[in-house]
């Protein structure tokens, strides 16, 4: 008979890699079933460099899987993906008849396939987490056999299984769970930029043609911008010469506290971006990458945009003049702001990670 104590060090693997969006969700699920299960948690991930450079930051094992994206390649290549497949399904079911988990968890991306394939047919508890607004095709497959399906948005196209899914959330770092310690500074107004971890061209290039535009506010204007290391130096003399206050960084582990400072965010829309400003109650001009796979930054910008919490423009329609226009109402219009910010925080969901590991209990409590 299963007892409470049955799931301490239970095992549970989580199938995340190929980008950062897939696997810093992960990570978060991870540190939760470990904080509250005292579960023992392992990734198995994609050989791509920035995914285990990402896994070594933290005291997860991982072990690589052999397979290859199916998307985003040339015909030959996914040929080459294709053919490695049942390689990948043999070595993901030599994985876990060794490690023998109680459940395995698929984040989505092409090396979930076959871990989640691999685990349906040994008979282990299968449930999986869609970060974005439409189910990617990994999700989309196993969604017809997992025996839960966890959603970042409450409405996710392509959901093979509405019945057994629950709106959750996605996943977040522990910090922006935090509440804020004091309240933000009603002056000077902030504005955050930031790309992502590589940052993004033509949204620092369009802030910089924005500069001249707002020189009637910049003595209550102060801008936080996170570059990516090509276009440090050349944003930072731009400011510079503008005589506009400004922190300019390549990158920088203060997100959390930029956001909380930030009264605007000009952002691309990937899903883990859009769960922190949502947890935080903060507003994004949200310019969606336009290359993004099913164009799931668009979709998941438009979600938030409909519902009234954020702005969304759209890459190619993106100037320097509808950037400051968009901040210039924004300041003139405090009550505009503040009812952005009501729509946005009612849309987080900063406890996903324990909502997820709270209802995956029973499966960690079986003998």
């Known amino acids: 008979m299963a007892t409470?104590?049955?799931?301490?060090?239970?095992?549970v693997?989580?199938?995340?890699?190929?980008?950062?969006?897939?696997?810093?969700?992960?990570?978060?699920?991870?540190?939760?079933f470990r904080r509250t299960h005292q579960a023992r948690v392992s990734f198995i991930t994609t050989p791509r460099q920035v995914t285990l450079d990402i896994l070594g930051?933290?005291?997860?094992?991982?072990?690589?899987?052999?397979?290859?994206?199916?998307?985003?390649?040339?015909?030959?290549?996914?040929?080459?993906?294709?053919c490695r497949l049942p390689f990948s399904y043999w070595q993901a079911r030599g994985v876990l008849r060794r490690e023998r988990p109680r459940l395995v968890v698929s984040m989505g991306g092409y090396v979930a396939g076959p871990v989640g394939l691999a685990a349906h047919r040994l008979g282990i508890?299968?449930?999986?987490?869609?970060?974005?607004?439409?189910?990617?095709t990994t999700n989309r497959l196993l969604g017809r056999v997992a025996d839960q399906l966890f959603l970042s948005f409450p409405e996710s196209a392509g959901n093979p299984a509405p019945h057994r899914s629950v709106w959750s959330g996605n996943p977040i770092r522990p910090e922006f769970c935090q509440?804020?310690?004091?309240?933000?500074?009603?002056?000077?107004?902030?504005?955050?930029?930031?790309?992502?971890?590589?940052?993004?061209?033509?949204?620092?290039?369009q802030m910089l043609e924005a500069l001249p535009l707002l020189a009637a506010h910049k003595e209550n204007l102060h801008i936080i911008h996170l570059t990516g290391s090509a276009d440090e130096s050349v944003v930072r003399e731009a400011y510079r010469q503008a005589?506009?206050?400004?922190?300019?960084?390549?990158?920088?582990?203060?997100?959390?506290n930029f956001m909380h400072r930030a009264h605007l965010v000009l952002c691309r829309a990937g899903a883990s971006t859009l769960a922190e400003l949502t947890a935080l109650?903060?507003?994004?001009?949200?310019?969606?990458?336009?290359?993004?796979?099913?164009?799931?930054?668009?979709?998941?910008?438009?979600?938030?945009?409909?519902?009234?919490?954020?702005?969304?423009?759209?890459?190619?329609?993106?100037?320097?003049?509808?950037?400051?226009?968009?901040?210039?109402?924004?300041?003139?219009?405090?009550?505009?702001?503040?009812?952005?910010?009501?729509?946005?925080?009612?849309?987080?969901?900063?406890?996903?990670?324990?909502?997820?590991?709270?209802?995956?209990?029973?499966y960690l409590c079986r003998s």
């Open 57 to 82: 930051q933290y005291d997860f094992p991982w072990q690589v899987l052999k397979t290859r994206p199916l998307k985003g390649t040339g015909v030959g290549q996914r040929l080459l993906s294709l």
């Open 4 to 11: 409470e104590q049955s799931n301490h060090n239970a095992r």
């Open 125 to 136: 508890p299968l449930v999986l987490h869609e970060q974005n607004a439409i189910l990617g």
């Open 243 to 256: 005589r506009v206050s400004a922190e300019v960084m390549a990158f920088s582990p203060e997100v959390r």
């Open 179 to 205: 509440p804020l310690n004091q309240a933000r500074a009603a002056s000077p107004f902030t504005l955050l930029v930031m790309g992502g971890s590589q940052g993004a061209h033509h949204l620092n290039m």
């Open 281 to 362: 109650g903060r507003v994004g001009i949200l310019v969606p990458y336009p290359y993004a796979v099913n164009q799931h930054q668009e979709k998941n910008a438009r979600y938030l945009s409909s519902a009234g919490a954020a702005l969304l423009v759209l890459n190619e329609e993106l100037t320097g003049q509808k950037i400051a226009e968009m901040i210039e109402k924004l300041i003139s219009c405090p009550e505009e702001l503040q009812h952005l910010e009501e729509r946005s925080c009612s849309l987080g969901r900063p406890q996903a990670a324990a909502l997820i590991a709270s209802k995956c209990k029973e």
């Open 13 to 32: 693997i989580i199938a995340a890699g190929g980008t950062g969006g897939h696997l810093y969700p992960g990570i978060a699920l991870a540190e939760e």
